[in-house]
């Protein structure tokens, strides 16, 4: 069975995977921006590095 919770994705998406870790998840659900407002901030091409490394250090 796979354990998970909502992790806060403050300070980059790639800071949820590192915040699930010390939780003791083994999974992660990531929403990209607030299901209250339509605006959202862009996803750059660093934040997509950043969330691509991170993916692998905590990756199982």
Known sequence: MRLGAHMSAA?????????????GCDSMLLFTKSNRQWAAKP???EDVEKYQQAQEKYSH
């Not at 998406?13 to 699930?20: C, D, I, N, T």
Request: hydrophobic fraction near 40%; charged fraction near 25%.
């Open 11 to 23: 300070g980059g998406l790639h800071e949820a995977f590192k915040r699930g870790h010390e939780a």
């Open 43 to 45: 996803i750059t091409v």
